[in-house]
Protein backbone atom coordinates (compact mmCIF):
# COMPACT_ATOMS: atom_id res chain seq x y z
CA UNK A 1 0.00 0.00 0.00
CA UNK A 2 0.87 3.59 0.20
CA UNK A 3 1.65 5.56 2.97
CA UNK A 4 2.61 9.02 3.92
CA UNK A 5 3.62 10.70 6.99
CA UNK A 6 4.22 14.46 8.28
CA UNK A 7 4.25 16.22 10.99
CA UNK A 8 0.99 17.70 11.79
CA UNK A 9 1.75 20.98 13.39
CA UNK A 10 5.19 23.62 13.54
CA UNK A 11 6.15 26.62 14.96
CA UNK A 12 9.11 28.38 14.14
CA UNK A 13 9.72 32.12 14.33
CA UNK A 14 10.30 34.75 11.78
CA UNK A 15 13.99 34.71 10.11
CA UNK A 16 14.23 31.31 10.97
CA UNK A 17 14.92 28.35 8.96
CA UNK A 18 12.64 25.79 9.45
CA UNK A 19 12.63 21.61 8.28
CA UNK A 20 9.92 20.23 7.41
CA UNK A 21 10.03 16.73 6.94
CA UNK A 22 8.30 13.64 5.25
CA UNK A 23 8.57 10.09 5.12
CA UNK A 24 6.54 7.94 2.39
CA UNK A 25 6.20 3.93 1.60
CA UNK A 26 4.90 3.28 -2.13
CA UNK A 27 5.05 0.22 -4.37
CA UNK A 28 6.28 2.49 -7.21
CA UNK A 29 7.93 5.63 -6.52
CA UNK A 30 7.51 8.23 -9.44
CA UNK A 31 8.29 11.58 -8.13
CA UNK A 32 7.40 13.95 -4.80
CA UNK A 33 5.61 16.81 -4.63
CA UNK A 34 5.52 19.47 -2.26
CA UNK A 35 2.33 21.99 -1.90
CA UNK A 36 2.32 25.13 0.20
CA UNK A 37 -1.80 25.57 1.26
CA UNK A 38 -3.20 29.03 2.89
CA UNK A 39 -6.37 28.99 5.16
CA UNK A 40 -9.32 29.04 2.65
CA UNK A 41 -7.10 28.83 -0.60
CA UNK A 42 -6.12 26.51 -3.04
CA UNK A 43 -2.99 24.20 -2.94
CA UNK A 44 -0.25 25.82 -4.68
CA UNK A 45 2.83 23.75 -6.50
CA UNK A 46 6.21 24.34 -4.53
CA UNK A 47 8.67 21.70 -5.10
CA UNK A 48 9.21 18.32 -7.58
CA UNK A 49 11.60 15.92 -7.19
CA UNK A 50 12.40 12.76 -8.37
CA UNK A 51 16.07 11.86 -8.23
CA UNK A 52 18.43 11.89 -5.26
CA UNK A 53 19.70 15.54 -3.95
CA UNK A 54 18.66 19.08 -3.28
CA UNK A 55 16.54 20.93 -5.26
CA UNK A 56 16.98 24.41 -4.38
CA UNK A 57 14.02 27.78 -5.38
CA UNK A 58 14.70 30.67 -3.72
CA UNK A 59 14.46 30.61 0.01
CA UNK A 60 12.46 27.04 -0.53
CA UNK A 61 14.74 23.90 -1.25
CA UNK A 62 13.77 20.41 -1.48
CA UNK A 63 15.66 17.31 -0.42
CA UNK A 64 14.87 13.76 -1.70
CA UNK A 65 16.50 10.61 -0.25
CA UNK A 66 14.32 7.10 -2.38
CA UNK A 67 16.36 4.93 -0.33
CA UNK A 68 15.40 6.18 2.91
CA UNK A 69 11.75 6.85 1.39
CA UNK A 70 12.42 10.72 3.11
CA UNK A 71 12.20 14.17 1.41
CA UNK A 72 12.16 17.72 3.24
CA UNK A 73 11.07 20.77 2.46
CA UNK A 74 13.67 23.57 3.70
CA UNK A 75 11.93 27.23 4.26
CA UNK A 76 14.82 30.07 4.84
CA UNK A 77 14.45 33.41 6.21
CA UNK A 78 11.28 32.29 7.10
CA UNK A 79 8.19 35.57 6.80
CA UNK A 80 4.82 35.93 8.44
CA UNK A 81 3.27 34.90 4.82
CA UNK A 82 5.17 31.55 4.95
CA UNK A 83 1.98 30.40 7.70
CA UNK A 84 0.26 28.19 5.95
CA UNK A 85 -0.03 24.03 5.52
CA UNK A 86 2.24 22.41 3.77
CA UNK A 87 1.20 19.40 1.69
CA UNK A 88 4.02 16.45 0.75
CA UNK A 89 2.57 14.11 -2.19
CA UNK A 90 3.85 11.08 -4.09
CA UNK A 91 3.21 9.94 -7.50
CA UNK A 92 3.29 6.49 -7.47
CA UNK A 93 4.59 4.46 -10.65
CA UNK A 94 1.68 2.02 -10.01
CA UNK A 95 -0.43 4.07 -10.94
CA UNK A 96 0.16 3.87 -14.44
CA UNK A 97 -0.60 6.66 -16.99
CA UNK A 98 -2.42 8.77 -15.18
CA UNK A 99 -0.15 10.81 -13.16
CA UNK A 100 -2.29 10.25 -9.75
CA UNK A 101 -0.64 11.71 -6.42
CA UNK A 102 -1.57 10.98 -3.25
CA UNK A 103 -1.09 13.31 -0.77
CA UNK A 104 0.20 13.55 2.76
CA UNK A 105 -2.05 15.27 5.48
CA UNK A 106 -0.27 18.18 5.75
CA UNK A 107 1.92 19.70 8.09
CA UNK A 108 0.45 23.57 9.26
CA UNK A 109 3.23 26.11 10.42
CA UNK A 110 3.17 29.15 12.42
CA UNK A 111 5.46 31.44 12.11
CA UNK A 112 5.58 33.73 15.01
CA UNK A 113 7.37 37.15 15.11
CA UNK B 1 -3.36 30.27 -12.16
CA UNK B 2 -3.26 27.53 -15.14
CA UNK B 3 -6.59 29.20 -16.32
CA UNK B 4 -8.75 26.84 -14.18
CA UNK B 5 -12.41 28.18 -12.42
CA UNK B 6 -15.07 25.75 -10.81
CA UNK B 7 -18.16 26.45 -9.98
CA UNK B 8 -19.87 26.62 -7.81
CA UNK B 9 -17.86 28.61 -4.80
CA UNK B 10 -20.02 28.01 -2.25
CA UNK B 11 -23.26 25.68 -2.17
CA UNK B 12 -25.53 24.77 0.48
CA UNK B 13 -27.71 21.22 -0.67
CA UNK B 14 -29.78 19.01 1.08
CA UNK B 15 -29.56 15.33 1.71
CA UNK B 16 -31.00 13.03 -1.06
CA UNK B 17 -30.44 15.94 -3.39
CA UNK B 18 -28.46 15.66 -6.55
CA UNK B 19 -25.26 18.32 -7.20
CA UNK B 20 -23.26 18.99 -9.99
CA UNK B 21 -19.82 20.48 -9.66
CA UNK B 22 -18.10 22.41 -12.50
CA UNK B 23 -14.67 22.34 -13.54
CA UNK B 24 -13.20 24.56 -16.68
CA UNK B 25 -9.72 24.84 -17.93
CA UNK B 26 -8.98 27.27 -20.69
CA UNK B 27 -5.30 25.73 -21.70
CA UNK B 28 -6.40 22.62 -22.99
CA UNK B 29 -4.71 20.33 -21.00
CA UNK B 30 -5.35 16.58 -21.08
CA UNK B 31 -5.39 15.56 -17.77
CA UNK B 32 -8.12 16.78 -15.14
CA UNK B 33 -8.65 15.39 -11.31
CA UNK B 34 -11.20 15.84 -8.81
CA UNK B 35 -9.86 15.79 -5.34
CA UNK B 36 -11.97 16.68 -1.38
CA UNK B 37 -10.33 18.02 1.35
CA UNK B 38 -11.45 17.06 4.94
CA UNK B 39 -9.87 17.64 8.37
CA UNK B 40 -7.89 14.64 9.27
CA UNK B 41 -7.93 12.88 5.59
CA UNK B 42 -5.87 15.71 4.05
CA UNK B 43 -6.53 15.74 -0.08
CA UNK B 44 -7.99 12.78 -1.96
CA UNK B 45 -8.57 11.77 -5.56
CA UNK B 46 -12.11 10.95 -6.22
CA UNK B 47 -12.29 10.84 -9.73
CA UNK B 48 -9.70 11.20 -12.55
CA UNK B 49 -9.53 11.78 -16.44
CA UNK B 50 -6.92 11.10 -19.24
CA UNK B 51 -9.25 12.27 -22.02
CA UNK B 52 -12.15 13.30 -23.56
CA UNK B 53 -14.59 10.28 -22.44
CA UNK B 54 -11.61 8.89 -20.56
CA UNK B 55 -12.40 8.59 -16.90
CA UNK B 56 -11.62 6.20 -13.81
CA UNK B 57 -12.19 5.96 -10.46
CA UNK B 58 -9.65 7.48 -7.46
CA UNK B 59 -9.61 6.10 -4.15
CA UNK B 60 -12.76 7.44 -2.41
CA UNK B 61 -15.33 7.05 -5.93
CA UNK B 62 -18.33 5.79 -3.75
CA UNK B 63 -21.51 8.02 -4.51
CA UNK B 64 -19.90 10.29 -6.89
CA UNK B 65 -20.24 10.51 -11.01
CA UNK B 66 -17.75 12.01 -13.23
CA UNK B 67 -18.31 12.99 -17.23
CA UNK B 68 -16.05 14.90 -19.51
CA UNK B 69 -17.56 15.52 -23.13
CA UNK B 70 -15.14 18.58 -23.97
CA UNK B 71 -11.46 18.84 -23.47
CA UNK B 72 -12.21 22.06 -20.82
CA UNK B 73 -15.10 20.55 -18.72
CA UNK B 74 -14.72 17.89 -16.11
CA UNK B 75 -18.48 17.70 -14.37
CA UNK B 76 -18.36 15.95 -10.65
CA UNK B 77 -22.05 14.78 -9.44
CA UNK B 78 -23.39 13.63 -6.26
CA UNK B 79 -26.60 11.77 -7.47
CA UNK B 80 -27.49 11.97 -3.92
CA UNK B 81 -25.88 14.14 -1.62
CA UNK B 82 -24.94 12.79 1.95
CA UNK B 83 -23.67 14.61 4.66
CA UNK B 84 -20.62 12.36 4.65
CA UNK B 85 -20.18 14.69 1.31
CA UNK B 86 -19.76 17.50 3.07
CA UNK B 87 -16.53 19.06 1.65
CA UNK B 88 -14.15 21.16 -0.15
CA UNK B 89 -13.87 19.61 -3.63
CA UNK B 90 -10.72 20.66 -5.87
CA UNK B 91 -10.86 20.24 -9.39
CA UNK B 92 -6.48 20.38 -10.69
CA UNK B 93 -4.79 19.93 -13.83
CA UNK B 94 -1.58 18.01 -14.98
CA UNK B 95 0.41 20.28 -17.15
CA UNK B 96 2.15 17.99 -19.27
CA UNK B 97 3.43 14.96 -20.70
CA UNK B 98 2.12 11.94 -22.07
CA UNK B 99 1.27 10.15 -18.97
CA UNK B 100 0.33 13.17 -16.52
CA UNK B 101 4.04 13.44 -15.07
CA UNK B 102 3.93 17.14 -14.92
CA UNK B 103 2.62 18.93 -11.31
CA UNK B 104 -0.79 19.51 -10.75
CA UNK B 105 -2.14 22.42 -10.72
CA UNK B 106 -5.46 23.61 -8.29
CA UNK B 107 -8.39 25.56 -8.84
CA UNK B 108 -9.80 27.85 -6.45
CA UNK B 109 -12.01 25.15 -4.60
CA UNK B 110 -16.55 24.51 -4.28
CA UNK B 111 -17.25 24.78 -0.71
CA UNK B 112 -20.35 22.10 -0.41
CA UNK B 113 -22.36 21.84 2.39
CA UNK B 114 -24.80 18.85 2.92
CA UNK B 115 -27.48 19.45 5.67
Known amino acids: GQNIDQPTEMTATEGAIVQINCTYQTSGFNGLFWYQQHAGEAPTFLSY????GLEEKGRFSSFLSRSKGYSYLLLKELQMKDSASYLCAVRDRGSGNTGKLIFGQGTTLQVKP | DAGITQSPRHKVTETGTPVTLRCHQTENHRYMYWYRQDPGHGLRLIHY???????DKGEVSDGYSVSRSKTEDFLLTLESATSSQTSVYFCAISTGGDRGDYEQYFGPGTRLTVT
Open chain 1, 49 to 52: NVLD
Open chain 2, 49 to 55: SYGVKDT
